[in-house]
């Protein structure tokens, strides 16, 4: 046990600095806050360095995490995803050395549980009892089943048209539940009126900042996995961009405590054309998003029209050089057949989104043909069957195949 | 690369032994033929001290794998799954000391994926390009996605009343997928028909001899888990069995090694009381099953009415003082939930059997309160979705929660 390294929060707009061993959500000037560390001391203490003897869960970054008594941890055994290779899918869109980080191999089958187990056990030890958030689908899941396991109620609000699947887990878990006939941006509102009454503390996506440290360790990762380095360019399916925020943060972290060296990779948002802020305010170079009109997509965790994170994602795509880039529905329904098929992943729709910006940017020449790549699959295929059919042929007992 | 340790196929049955480094199926006798390995060689070398550091997948174990070289590994990051305490839930049943080895992190959201990944690369040194079987669903998932990583042709039948996101990963994979009116038996006929005609290498159950050796991994890493020793149970959802099988042959291999002292643990076979042939050989003191009538069960992976592991089966149980068990479908569905509530664990209907069968057996005074139970969940509850009913209030843009 240790009292760990977190020292306080910091608004990464205003700089203003908070308490962080008292709950909180936004800064008062409207933006997230950041967890910071006492990375000096954290380096002069050595703590990280057994790490590649630590279990194979995302705990082993532990002095990177906010919970500061491991009697508060809660945990399903997430983290440490496979980064595989994809050599005949690389080969096809033209990059040979892509790598998927596999988010599916996780509990709930998304890397919301990254977020979902760091946030509740830090609501847990804060003495948080009730928590509530809108979701497109996997954060909800993710986040009644991690509350289930605290012990703690959960108020989840989703969009009627989310993965049917998620609406069962949260159902599972006990949750609170509710659909609405909108987006997530709808299913918001109504959380933010019911978190107005006191009882449910408000956890949506970047509204209380301790889902992003669990995100950022998929960027921690994949440093340790390469050996203590980083990849040329990083993928990110890019709905509400935690993810993408917290790799960049991770990496800023390694390089502060002298364990990453050189250039960061290059972050690409991928987006789906249908709901894309994050690509129209890059390519327009703004500094702020707007909210993407009739948002739509079959990658329904990235249907996310208005993110209250667009301000960190565009900078941080600046900073390392990065870019935004949206696909069609149908690019990336063909990328979810076309990965199967050749690498035997099933991978979700967002994952297959950047699939398809891959392909795209190497054909633009954006990607040169020796980049090594890192492609975020957020989330297991199985958790929408819907994006492949099967109609196969039906036998009776006693039936022989037909010739062929 | 190392050339291995397996050193021949031999029949537990007749004791015939056969050449492992050319394709084989069951032994001249109808029995399954098991892989052999110079145990004696391999303890001498050292080979596994390093055990710790190594990466967290299944071929940590490289040396008791039958792959001969590295470059036939068709992997997708598969195994090392957590070994996840579920106190509240042990609590609930009457042992505390309960944990769940979660095999729904894993390539294609069940235990199927070990299977398919060491048969697979075995099937593929071997220089066979197309496999064929029949399945329940996550044997065939399983298969047809690794033999896609692979290059290589895949054959699957499935009973229409599988799980139908099972039938998606085949077609998503590429495989020639049927469905037949009927039962896993009645696939496998067809099946063996295929085969007949000689395009196609029989991987049913237990008839090649290497999908048992990636199952035989969950009891390998149990006891590396657990710091180099076993629980007093280890509960397993019973089909075809083969995890059960194989996790007894890692047992012994670990003792022959010198890396395991002490007796076994009592292996429980837990069955669907719709299809429960193993329970019944049990009670009536058999060395083999009957074909179980008119087999039925929501929890379809466990519906295997004439398992051909029946015997290895039975005396793995005999052996260790273990026992089988059946529970009824509401039994396992009530288990479903109570999982999802207490532990934040949303588990397949085969796991969750082995939930209803442990508070069975600790109602029954079987398990004594402070016995340490490991239950293996043999798959991702998400892959069955509609186990769990979700019905909740549909709310309009803007409206409020109710009060409450």
Redesign the interface.
Known sequence: MTDGFLSHLECPACGATYDADVPQNLCACGSPLLARYDLERLAASGALDDL??RP??LWRYRELLPVRSDEHV????EG?????PLP?LGAAVGVPGLLMK?E??????SFKARGAAVGVSRARELGIQAVAMPTNGNAGAAWS???????MRA?V?MP?DAP??T????????AE??????LIG?AG??VG??VAGGSWFDVSTLKEPYRLEGKKTMGLEIVEQLGGRVPDVIVYPTGGGVGLIGIHKALHELRALGRLDGPLPRLVAAQAAGCAPIVRAFEGGARTAEPFPEAQTVAFGINVANPLGATLILDAIAETGGCAIAVTDDELLAA??ET???????VCPEGAAGVAAIRRLRADGWLEPDDEVVLLNTG????Y?QT???D??????????PAG
């Open positions: 590649s003897a194979p869960t809660v945990s399903l055994g440490m995803t496979p980064l595989t005949r596999d599916g191999l996780i509990p709930t089958g089943l991690y509350a289930a396991r605290a012990g108020l609000v009627r049917e699947i609406r069962r887990e949260c159902a599972a878990a006990g539940l509710y659909l609405v006939d909108g709808d509102k109504i009126e019911a979810v057949g199967a098929r050749l690498e035997g992943a099933f297991a295929g199985i958790k069957p492949v059919s099967a196969p042929p039906v036998l009776a007992p006693g039936d022989r195949l």
